[in-house]
Nanobody
Framework: QVQLVESGGGLVQAGGSLRLSCAAS????????MGWFRQAPGKEREFVAA????????SYADAVKGRFTISRDNALHTVYLQMNSLKPEDAAVYYC??????????????????WGQGTQVTVSS
């Protein structure tokens, strides 16, 4: 059974930084891409970043490009999201996700079959 456990969320002032982690278990982590999504109250879940199985193909939502960095450590079965220059509009519950198919990491929720429980990020202005 695949389990994804996020950590690292919290309250930060605008302009600050947070690093989210997602520990995965239950499948061969190194063969799957990983993604980060977020959902703010009253809004749909939206794509944030994705990384393929070896980290050679990375994509970001335009809203976070240049501020957020996704990375992975296959030895630790963990994917990270470094968030810098945070803005109030970045506040949301952040979810990591593991995709349906091997190697690839898509940009839509439908590309993913397993989700973590989410971690709250709050940004004060």
């Amino acid at each position: 059974q695949v389990q994804l456990v996020e950590s690292g969320g919290g309250l930060v002032q605008a302009g600050g930084s947070l690093r989210l982690s997602c520990a995965a278990s239950g499948r061969t982590f190194s063969r799957y891409g990983m993604g980060w999504f977020r959902q703010a109250p009253g809004k749909e879940r939206e794509f944030v970043a994705a990384i393929n199985w070896i980290g050679s193909d990375i994509s970001y939502a335009d809203a976070v490009k240049g501020r957020f960095t996704i990375s992975r450590d296959n030895a630790l079965h963990t994917v990270y999201l470094q968030m810098n220059s945070l803005k109030p509009e970045d506040a949301a519950v952040y979810y990591c996700a593991s995709p349906v198919q091997l190697y690839y990491a898509g940009r839509t929720p439908e590309d993913y079959s397993y989700w973590g429980q989410g971690t709250q990020v709050t940004v004060s202005s």
